[in-house]
């Protein structure tokens, strides 16, 4: 059963009017990543993919990533829309952070935007911002999605949403 929208104040925008199938887009926001003190990430040149009820996940160029911080993972999963996506762990000094983030080396043609481009769990990470704004992680631990002050829901994720 589909819930009912939040309301949508001026400056939101409500992940129910996201469509589905799911999209990618280019966004300028400024996205940064930092865990123990030291910068994973911080781009202006993300792609964002919008999916009804779900917040945005955002993928990161490999060039605004801080080199030698991935390791990759054996993880492998699949997205009917996207494709097979390939997962890395982060290693900042001696801890490891396992599978906290996943790309799509050879993405769907719909998706090519994603190509090599690496998107992060929030949760596990000290901090994950858009334009200097704390994310709250999507619910349930297993979306990727980062919510900001921006959005409404009610986001996917959260007990009972598995039928959305």
């Known amino acids: 059963m589909r819930p009912t929208p939040d309301l949508v104040a001026p400056g939101q925008e409500s992940v129910w009017r996201y469509p589905r199938p799911a999209v990618a887009e280019p966004s300028d926001r400024r ?4 865990h123990r003190g030291i910068l994973v990430a911080d781009t202006c040149a993300a792609v964002r993919t919008l999916e009804t009820s779900h917040p945005p996940s955002w993928y990161l160029p490999p060039a605004d ?6 390791l ?3 993880r492998r999963s699949f997205c009917e829309w996207k494709g097979h996506a390939t997962y890395w762990h982060l290693r900042i000094g001696g801890e490891l952070l396992r599978d906290v983030a996943w790309s799509y080396p050879e993405p769907s043609p719909a998706f090519a935007a994603l190509r090599d481009h690496v ?9 994950c ?3 200097g704004e704390q994310v709250v992680p999507q619910p349930g631990g297993f979306y990727g999605g980062w919510i900001t002050s921006d959005l409404t829901g009610p986001f996917k994720g959260v007990p009972g949403s598995m039928g959305w």
Do not use: C, K, N
């Open 72 to 74: 990759r993972s054996d």
């Open 31 to 34: 996205i940064r990543i930092q």
């Open 65 to 70: 990533l801080t080199p030698g911080l991935l």
């Open 119 to 127: 998107a992060f769990y929030a949760a596990p990470l000290d901090s």
């Open 129 to 131: 911002t858009v334009d």
